[in-house]
């Protein structure tokens, strides 16, 4: 039986097949689970069945919509208690059918971290946020402060605890969330990207957090995660759910990830940044085999490996061989004058300096990364630039105009800007007429405004849900429309905030696809973003922030050569870099940093290809991410 094939479920009323007499009863039980949301016609998930015991880590993927984080909100209750929709199949947890039990009561067994943190944080400092949800559980004084320091020290919070909440970064109330979860103790822990707004430190920490929760073994946790490099080390079992919101695998990691990569990949599921690279470098003829996942496993392989001009029997002429890799090549900052002026910008949140003197310039036309550490600046800085937030006269310039003395709404023309949470520009009851605003605001004609909002639907894979509400979408589908937003008035600015959150791979490279096209023909493009990877293969300058400070600003290539200076800056070096850097074995390898630059597949000649056996009817068209191939 295949990874992809499972046993029929067992009914819902007999002891589950998937254990024997000795073994503890499972903390979930799903069934058939298929959950359609109020106003749609399509159930996501769709037909879903699995067990979670305790001591398990589980992964669960599957493509932007497929229903991943309406399925979680089921396990607490939530739907169908909260969350207008219809649950048919069941949910058990710890022997507790989920649609007979409150949520108030469910939360003792479930502990929740939501894609959206700022959807549950409610008190004023951080302590109280984490004892709140213990001392409604009636426990002692004691019990009730010990649970509290124990889980903000965990998170690495303990020192901020009289801190307000609305004070922490986007990753530090990540953090924040997660420490109310482990505070309450439950044997079922259910997070939705929980490392999507943190930094490559604070996803160690976090991981290692959450590894020690499980090592007693009496716990479970059920993960939705679209950053792998950073969980594969952490789980033991993979489930998937396709398009459809069919379950479509469940087995181990090796039996998904590494046996079933290239069907994953064709679903438009995310994969490691080692496992895509490695997917590519068999395409050029390098035997790795099993696939690596890690950037240390791509990296011993590749030293084992023969290279491809060393296969013997073929006369195959590897690409790479041929035409040897080019590094990046880097527009100068001064290429364009520059379009955005930054000088000597100091910001404040409250009584909290931000930003200390930061001056910066960018070219028109550029495609500028900034990255950093959780609470650097980034997201402040780039609000002041898109005036979001006040700042003080003359320390930015727009196209030579103060943006501090400049409307709102003449600013839009000029910088389209992305929030980090989605819902935080929403303003329309369905989606059509939440693009079709800023056109109206600018007195388009109706036909028009319909003719644009639909082909812009339809390029962001929104067009079945034009008349859906923008918050009864999916976590994905929200990001796309946020972008959407802010593409439809034509700004020559577009500034976003951590871009990919939430998207699958396949939607996420649609996307980078647009934000490059859009580069191509003018649009200066600055991105917030954590994954360095991203960074590498699609920004052509970088700016790095450290503690409200430009650290340096200049050519990608050049800011992650600089090793030492990436990881002061509490980062870490790409994937790819990390696998890569050092080959020996490989040396014309070793300075490749994104994946579009390694080696194609192999270029066969025709007595070759008379010689070599067919290749498989099934087999994809590998594409990397940005859709190249």
């Not at 929200?478 to 396949?506: C, H, M, Y």
């Amino acid at each position: 039986m295949t990874a992809f094939e499972r046993e029929p479920a067992a009914d819902w009323s007999s002891p589950t097949a998937a254990t024997s007499d000795d073994a503890p009863a499972p903390l979930l039980r799903v069934r058939d689970l298929a959950i359609t949301h109020d106003g749609e016609s399509t159930p996501a998930p769709a037909s879903v069945t699995f067990d979670l015991h305790p001591g398990e880590v589980v992964l669960l993927l599957g493509p932007s919509g497929s229903g991943k984080s309406t399925l979680t909100l089921a396990l607490n209750g939530l739907i169908p208690h909260a969350v207008p929709a219809a649950l048919h199949g069941a949910v058990e947890v710890t022997g507790v059918d989920t649609r007979a039990t409150t949520v108030a009561a469910l939360s003792t067994q479930v502990g929740m971290v939501f894609q959206d943190p700022d959807a549950q944080l409610v008190t004023g400092t951080l302590f109280d946020e984490v004892a709140f949800g213990v001392e409604n559980l009636r426990m002692p004084v004691a019990e009730v402060l010990a649970r509290a320091e124990v889980a903000l020290r965990r998170v690495g919070l303990w020192e901020r605890r009289g801190e307000n909440p609305d004070r922490l970064s986007g990753g530090g109330r990540q953090r924040l969330a997660i420490a109310c979860a482990l505070a309450m103790g439950s044997p079922l822990l259910v997070l939705d990207e929980p490392t999507a707004n943190l930094d490559p430190q604070g996803i160690e920490e976090t991981y290692a957090a959450l590894a020690e929760v499980v090592a007693a073994g009496d716990r479970a946790v059920l993960l939705v995660e679209h950053n792998l490099d950073a969980a594969v080390g952490f789980v033991d079992r993979v489930i998937v759910l396709d398009q459809d919101g069919m379950l479509a695998a469940d087995g181990t990691v090796d039996a998904v990830l590494r046996d079933r990569a290239d069907e994953l990949h064709r679903m438009g599921v995310w994969l490691p940044v080692s496992a895509l690279a490695a997917l590519r470098l068999r395409a050029a003829g390098y035997a790795l085999d099993p696939l690596p996942l890690s950037p240390g496993e791509l990296h011993a392989a590749l030293e084992a490996a023969e290279g491809p001009s060393t296969t013997s029997g073929t006369t195959n002429t590897p690409v790479a061989e041929a035409t040897p890799v080019a590094e990046p090549v880097e527009a100068p900052p001064a290429a364009n004058p520059p379009i955005i002026s930054v000088r000597d910008l100091t910001l404040r949140r409250g009584r909290t300096e931000v930003l200390h003197g930061v001056s910066l310039d960018v070219a028109a036309g550029e495609f500028v990364a900034v990255v950093g550490a959780n609470g650097a600046g980034k997201t402040s800085l780039i609000q002041a630039i898109a005036g979001v937030v006040p700042i003080p006269r003359g320390t930015i310039r727009i196209g030579g105009v103060d943006v501090a003395r400049t409307d709102a709404r003449t600013l839009s023309r000029q910088v389209g800007f992305v929030f980090q949470n989605p819902e935080h520009q929403f303003i329309a009851h369905t989606v059509f007429d939440e693009i079709a605003h800023g056109l109206r605001l600018q007195h388009v004609a109706d036909d028009e405004v319909r003719e644009r909002t639909e082909a812009l639907l339809v390029r962001f894979g929104l067009e079945n849900k034009a008349d859906s509400h923008p918050f009864l979408l999916s976590g994905g589908q929200k990001r796309r429309l946020s972008v959407g937003t802010a593409l439809v008035a034509g700004a020559s600015i577009l500034v976003l905030d951590e871009p990919t959150f939430g998207q699958d791979r396949a939607r996420a490279d649609e996307l980078l696809t647009l934000l490059e096209e859009l580069n191509a023909d003018g649009t200066t493009i600055i991105v917030v973003t954590h994954d360095m990877q991203l960074v590498t293969e699609h920004a052509v300058r970088t700016v790095v922030l450290a503690d409200g400070r430009v650290r340096t600003a200049g050519p990608t290539a050049e800011v992650f050569a600089d090793a030492e200076l990436i990881e002061g800056a509490g980062l870490r070096l790409p994937p790819l870099r990390r696998a890569l850097g050092g080959l020996t074995r490989h040396p014309d390898l070793a300075r490749i940093a994104r994946l579009g630059d390694l080696p194609a597949a192999l270029t066969v000649t025709p007595a070759a290809a008379a010689e070599a056996p067919a290749t498989p009817a099934s087999a994809p068209a590998f594409t990397l991410p940005g859709g190249r191939a």
